[in-house]
């Protein structure tokens, strides 16, 4: 079987493993073997990491605790949280155009993403204008005529137990910040047609894999992991988004105008623009389940 540690050179890992071996054993050190000291410690030659491994280890120690880092590092923790906990999927947005510079700086940041083996297995097409208009009125066309939905990766049929509890729940949020009872019907449909339309957003970022990795459920994870990346480098900016199932829906629309490559299969799309502030709907913030709730902590008791 290929491992990650099959793959990397010894050169690499023989180093650090030992240090942190050897920092684990004195104890005191384990802990500030960061990436940042792993980055660093890769740039040692390796015959001078194994012969001096104490002084090196001790050196990079005391740079990792230095006030400075400690300081940015504070400050940095309180901005992530307040990213993290402040964003929202934004469904109404203001006409104005993003300029393209934007855009690919937020892929710029999203790109760096984790990936399986750094396979990066992930593109991204960036729409705006008419080829994204001719993408709302073909999926809204569809839909309208009854077509069933088209996705290109294998799609869970409907949530059940406490998924779909969660799945009403910011339904009824949505609506109800909307004004739209649970009956009216029609405008409950309206509302779908707007996700369709991918909420009429300036431009649509439609993320695909690579094909090889069509059915290969890390690779979707990957992709995951990086349109993570991209709404919160997006949010950084002042702009919002909302990763939308709903705008791939009919997914050979799609590939038609957005001309994606056969080896390429489309796995979501994330709809982008400036927040509209009068849009109610923006406001709407989804609940989370808590960390005792989600969190199973083992050996850290006694
Ligand atoms: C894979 C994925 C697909 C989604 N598709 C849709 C969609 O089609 N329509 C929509 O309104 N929101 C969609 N969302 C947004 C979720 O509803 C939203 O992230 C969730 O309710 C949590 O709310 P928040 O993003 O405001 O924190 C999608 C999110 C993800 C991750």
């Not at 990079?60 to 901005?79: I, T, Y």
């Not at 969190?295 to 850290?300: L, P």
Request: proline residues 6%; negative net charge; contains cysteine.
């Amino acid at each position: 079987m290929v491992t990650y540690g099959s793959l990397f050179p010894s050169r690499f890992t023989n180093p650090i493993d030992a240090m942190q071996k050897s920092a684990s054993c004195s104890g005191s050190e384990q802990s500030t073997v960061t990436p940042i000291t792993r980055r660093a410690m890769a740039a040692i030659p390796d015959t001078f990491v194994f012969n001096e491994i104490g002084p090196v280890s001790t050196q990079l120690a005391r740079l990792n605790q230095s006030p400075a880092v400690k300081r940015e590092a504070r400050m940095d923790v309180e901005a992530f949280r307040s990213m993290v906990q402040d964003r929202r999927s934004v469904r109404g947005y203001r006409i104005d155009p993003v300029p393209r510079e934007v855009i690919e700086d937020i892929i710029d940041i999203a790109r760096g993403a984790p990936s399986s083996m750094n396979t990066q297995p992930w593109h991204f097409h960036v729409l705006t204008g008419e080829p994204l208009d001719l993408i709302r009125q073909g999926n809204t066309e569809r839909m309208v005529n009854g077509a069933s939905p088209q996705r290109e990766i294998p799609l869970n049929h409907g949530y059940e137990g406490a998924h779909r509890d969660r799945q009403i729940e910011i339904a009824v949020q949505l609506f109800e910040s909307m004004g739209i009872a649970w009956e009216d019907k029609e405008r409950r449909r309206d509302w779908a047609m707007r996700g369709f339309r991918q909420f009429d957003a300036p431009v649509s970022i439609v993320v695909t894999v690579d094909r090889t990795l069509e059915n290969d459920a890390v690779g979707h994870f990957d992709c995951g992991a990086v349109t993570y990346g991209l709404v919160l480098a997006a949010w950084t900016k002042g702009l919002g988004c909302v990763i939308n199932g709903q705008g791939i829906m009919q997914s050979d629309v799609v590939r038609e105008h957005a001309n994606i490559p056969e080896d390429q299969v489309i796995m979501t799309c994330v709809a982008m623009g400036y927040p509209d502030d009068d849009f109610v709907a923006n406001d709407v913030k989804s609940t989370r389940r808590p960390v005792e709730e989600v969190a199973n902590f083992v050996g850290f008791d006694g």
